[in-house]
């Protein structure tokens, strides 16, 4: 969590020791709960400096998806994920969440910053 926007979710949310005692690897979900609302962390790549995949985003996207079902969870907020210092293609990654969530009534909303 060292550049992008996991330096403003850092800075936001706090949590840095309860995400890393989750010991999640690539391809999971680590989760927060603030306020009444869970914060996904998408682990897509073993270190900060690698590169994701698309193999490891759509696990993460099927793990938080799975996290959603199971708690309630109605309403995603995003970002263009993976598609800023990742540098993954945006067509392919929307495609992705497109597909991902299609068979569920949960509402994603992505915005750029």
Not at 3 to 8: D, H
Not at 33 to 57: E, F, Q, W
Request: proline share 2%.
């Amino acid at each position: 969590m060292g550049a992008g926007i996991a330096v403003l979710f850092k800075k936001k949310f706090g949590g840095v020791q309860e995400l890393l005692n989750q010991q999640k690897t690539s391809g999971e979900v680590a989760v927060l709960k603030r306020d009444g609302r869970y914060i996904y962390y998408l682990i897509t790549k073993k270190r900060a400096s690698h590169k994701p995949t698309y193999k490891n985003l759509q696990k993460s996207l099927e793990a938080m998806k799975s996290h959603c079902l199971k708690n309630g969870v109605t309403n995603l907020s995003m970002p263009r994920i993976g598609c800023g210092l990742d540098r993954l293609q945006w067509e392919n990654v929307s495609a992705m969440i497109e597909e991902v969530f299609e068979a569920t009534d949960i509402r994603i909303t992505v915005y750029t910053l």
